[in-house]
């Protein structure tokens, strides 16, 4: 028995990654995972996660979701429900970048950023909470919600203004439901990570900037996936039915330097 055994989960953003990461986690913890992602083919190449996963001996279904669109939030949860029975915890993963400062990022940059990566996280969450609420409570709780922010929802992420103002407003939006909706026994926490190394593009794995986190980093490596899964594992189970509201930073000490 899994600590997450009989427990239905959303992770989006789930194809590659952190996503892919957590996804996997959950599965092999006894878990039905759905996979809500605009693509199914992994950045890292290789097998899309629900095969990974069913390949493993676990459950999982892939929904094409852009979590920008409320009319698709609403398909993602509905069919949930319909294979599942419920929806125990969400995982609020998609997020997308520009690497542009104030000056550079035009408007249509600004508002596809801020239309995933914060109104995107508000469509999830409402259409999760409006489920819980309509499902009974498990061990005193109706349901999780797990957003993924960033070391730079509290600093700066030099040169990404877009980004980091959308991750400062999941730190926020975090708070905000996990103390409107304790009565409703709901749990809402986010998991900050900082360098972790994916198959992600661009300057995420330009040589300078990983030269610069490393210095930056005291912990004598930077993060991997599995890290951030290991934490988002933890919020999901049992084990912290009296944590709420909290970011937890997975950042091997970065913010702590």
Same mark, same amino acid.
Request: proline fraction near 5%; glycine fraction near 10%; aromatic fraction near 6%.
């Given at each position: 028995?899994?600590?997450?055994?009989?427990? $239905?989960?959303?992770?989006?953003?789930?194809?590659?990654?952190?996503?892919?990461?957590?996804?996997?986690? @959950?599965?092999?913890?006894?878990?039905?995972?759905?996979?809500?992602?605009?693509?199914?083919?992994?950045?890292?190449?290789?097998?899309?996660?629900?095969?990974?996963?069913?390949?493993?001996?676990?459950?999982?279904?892939? #929904?094409?979701?852009?979590?920008?669109?409320?009319?698709?939030?609403?398909?993602?949860?509905?069919?949930?429900?319909?294979? %599942?029975?419920?929806?125990?915890?969400?995982? =609020?993963?998609?997020?997308? @970048? *520009?690497?542009?400062?104030?000056?550079?990022? *035009?408007?249509?940059?600004?508002?596809?950023?801020?239309?995933? =990566?914060?109104?995107? %996280?508000?469509? &999830?969450?409402?259409?999760?909470?409006? /489920?819980?609420? !309509? /499902?009974?409570?498990? !061990?005193? $709780? #109706?349901?999780?919600?797990? =957003?993924?922010?960033?070391?730079?929802?509290?600093?700066? &992420?030099?040169?990404? %203004?877009?980004?980091?103002?959308?991750?400062?407003?999941?730190?926020?939006?975090?708070?905000?439901?996990?103390?409107?909706?304790? /009565?409703?026994?709901?749990? &809402? !926490?986010?998991?900050?990570?900082?360098?972790?190394?994916?198959?992600?593009?661009?300057?995420?794995?330009?040589?300078?900037?990983?030269? @610069?986190? #490393?210095?930056? *980093?005291?912990?004598? #490596?930077?993060?991997?996936?599995?890290?951030?899964?290991?934490?988002?594992?933890?919020?999901?189970?049992?084990?912290?039915? @009296?944590?709420?509201?909290?970011?937890?930073?997975?950042?091997?000490?970065?913010?702590?330097?």
């Amino acid at each position: 028995m899994g600590h997450l055994a009989g427990k $239905v989960a959303i992770v989006t953003g789930a194809s590659s990654g952190i996503g892919r990461a957590i996804a996997r986690r @959950y599965a092999a913890e006894g878990a039905s995972v759905v996979i809500a992602d605009s693509v199914e083919v992994p950045i890292e190449d290789g097998l899309p996660t629900k095969a990974v996963i069913e390949q493993a001996g676990g459950i999982a279904d892939y #929904r094409p979701t852009d979590i920008a669109d409320w009319a698709a939030v609403d398909r993602l949860v509905a069919a949930t429900v319909e294979r %599942f029975g419920r929806l125990d915890i969400m995982v =609020n993963n998609a997020a997308i @970048y *520009t690497s542009t400062n104030l000056l550079e990022t *035009t408007p249509e940059q600004w508002n596809r950023v801020i239309g995933v =990566n914060l109104t995107g %996280f508000f469509y &999830c969450c409402k259409r999760t909470v409006q /489920q819980m609420l !309509n /499902q009974a409570p498990v !061990n005193g $709780v #109706r349901g999780r919600i797990i =957003n993924i922010s960033s070391q730079h929802g509290m600093v700066a &992420c030099p040169g990404d %203004f877009p980004y980091s103002v959308s991750k400062g407003g999941i730190v926020q939006m975090t708070r905000q439901i996990a103390v409107d909706h304790a /009565q409703d026994l709901i749990v &809402c !926490n986010a998991i900050a990570p900082g360098k972790i190394i994916t198959g992600k593009p661009g300057i995420a794995n330009d040589p300078d900037a990983l030269a @610069y986190s #490393r210095r930056r *980093t005291p912990w004598p #490596r930077l993060g991997a996936p599995d890290d951030v899964a290991g934490a988002a594992l933890f919020l999901a189970s049992d084990m912290s039915s @009296y944590v709420t509201g909290v970011n937890l930073m997975v950042d091997g000490g970065w913010m702590a330097a």
